[in-house]
């Protein structure tokens, strides 16, 4: 999957067709073509033992590395960059923006909550915790959770904004749980706020970007601790703090390669946290000194009272020498498969199954744009279904910047971005429903080993473009929400369509109005709630639309300045990946997204009908 989560390289030129330079945001692939080109020469190389090592300049502050690269003992090399190239490289390595790391203590901050009292059990309470209220990854909020009726939605009105102080892209999917807001950021920083006032109770500052959304659950062995808040951050690092405090209980690191990462939310259930690792070695792993390609997708079981290992499932098999490139460079395969989505937990089979993402390198696993069903307990794989064969991909692969490390054919990129979502049907029948980037939606049958039930295609590919790598990528990417009817999914081409689950026919199209010449894509998760739908876009509009017919019920541009709680400025931007969290007819979601290059925003808005 490219960039950075978000849509690959070929989404961003789509995005930017007239070639405009990109500013970089954590993660994205300009810095690894660089820390490949300028850097790995001698970090890395076992003859440059003084050097220290790719992983330990990766837990470095944003600022250290920009001042070693300007200041510091790495000032030749860094004068040899330009400016961008040594900011770039600082947010990449470290995989936070620079300047943040004051600016975004709690401590720092002008709107504490006058007082911490203890929080109610989660359980007992309307929640949104994680990226989905249930496990299942539906995405949908019952009615006396939402506390939000299709007529009262209109009356939705900002009640407050919360800036991510120095953020670029508000991507984190907020969990709301026992009255408060749980929600990491892109500078590292996760958060807890009050729903009502967004006054805040804590900050704990992460090794890097924290993207998922963050689960409250209760913890035991930790005296004084009853809930804890788990996250995971974009150098595979996973966090368990007091919910209450913020104070850390336990850090594990799921995975050593240099470039693995948390970019989807774990999953916590009965005494176990399911992390979901993907790798961002796909951005550009084309430079010809690098040994491509040795990233790859895996779940990992932890002990959730300690952080301790119970077992770890990849999703290809371990890499192996292929062939030297032609600067006699070592080659490796399989690679890829990342998981960069929230695994979906089906407790009646005590399986949980996830999307994977494609392969770098040939040739491809068959497990890799597939969905794969692990039991539970042990981790064993016991099916799954491949969507896409042959998709090796990596970007700068196309075209010109092409080389010898390239896959023989790139692409088509297609990736399962998004959760399978587990639902019963009303014959009592349950599916596994996913979609990918190139349209096709499909329905698994999970008590037949993932045999196909439905196939549906949601997006044409345009006469005569049957062979156009962008073509393929106009269908779903972050995901949908599901109610007992319908699968309802944005689109990467603009508008959402609404699926029956049963069948796969479409049940109604919603298409928004775009300014001619613009192309805005609605690849973000939807959110559902019985009798509406909500959808956010590339263009920082949130629409809610009916569930019975698509017609739009509310909107609300977020492309704009707000004034926040906590005084900083903050402005949203695109919404690429998140859809709103919704509970007690209060509405939130951040707005920014700087992955592509365009739009970045580092706001956090709390809607209600009050
Ligand atoms: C010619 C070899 C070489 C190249 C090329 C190189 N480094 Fe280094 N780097 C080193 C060595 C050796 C050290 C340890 C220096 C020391 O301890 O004084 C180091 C240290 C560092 C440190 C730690 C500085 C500190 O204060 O602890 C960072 C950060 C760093 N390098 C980043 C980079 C980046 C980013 C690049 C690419 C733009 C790069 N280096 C290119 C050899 C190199």
Redesign the pocket.
Known sequence: MAIGLGMGLAARAQENPQGRPVTAGPGTESGIA??QQ??M???GNPN?P???APDA?RQ?SPE??Y???TT???KP??DA?TEDQRRM?ATF?SGRPLGSMQSGDARNMPNHCASNPPMSDPAAGPEWNGWSPDLANSRFQPANAAGLRPDGVPQLKLKWAFGYPDGLSAYGQPSIVSGRVFVGSDTGFVYSLDVATGCVYWSYQAKGAVRPAVSVARVEGHSGTKYAAYFGDAHANIYAVDAQTGQELWTTRVDDHFVARITAAPKVYAGRVYVPVSSSEEFSASDLDYPCCTGRGSLVALDADTGARVWKTYMVPEPKPTRKNSRGVQQYSPSGGSIWNSPTIDTERSAIYMGTGDGQSDPVPDTTDAVVALDLKTGKMLWFYEAQANDAFMGGCNGPTRTDNCPKVNGPDQDIGNSPILRKLPNGKSVVVFGMKNGKVFALDPDNKGTILWQARVVEIPKGQENSFYAQLNGVVWGGAADDQNVYYGLQSGGMVALKLGTGEVAWRAKFPTPPGTRISNSAAATALPGVVFLAGSDGKLHALSAADGHVLWEYDTAKPFQTVNKVPARGGAIASIGPSIVNGMIFIGSGYAVTGTNSGNVLLAFSGE
Do not use: N
């Open positions: 660089t820390f300028r850097c020469g001698c970090h440059v003084l050097a220290p300049i470095m250290k590395i001042e070693a690269l510091g003992s790495m090399q860094g960059l490289l390595l």
